[in-house]
């Protein structure tokens, strides 16, 4: 959250779309991979910026 200086909302917002990539490729727990497609769908302010 510090590094890429994200707010906890944007933080708890791409946990929720890792959560939903995990649920829809069929697993049980959320890895890399998931957060990192998460990521590539949120606004890039959100990411870059923490809104």
């Known amino acids: 959250m510090q590094q890429m200086q994200l707010?906890?909302?944007a933080y708890?917002?791409?946990?929720k779309?890792?959560?939903?990539?995990a649920d829809l490729g069929?697993?049980?727990?959320i890895g890399v991979a998931h957060i990192a497609g998460a990521l590539?769908?949120?606004p890039t302010q959100w990411v870059w910026?923490?809104?």
Request: hydrophobic share 30%.
């Open 40 to 42: 590539q769908y949120l």
């Open 7 to 9: 707010s906890a909302r």
């Open 12 to 15: 708890h917002r791409i946990l």
């Open 49 to 51: 910026h923490g809104f």
């Open 26 to 29: 069929g697993s049980d727990t």
């Open 17 to 21: 779309v890792s959560h939903t990539i």
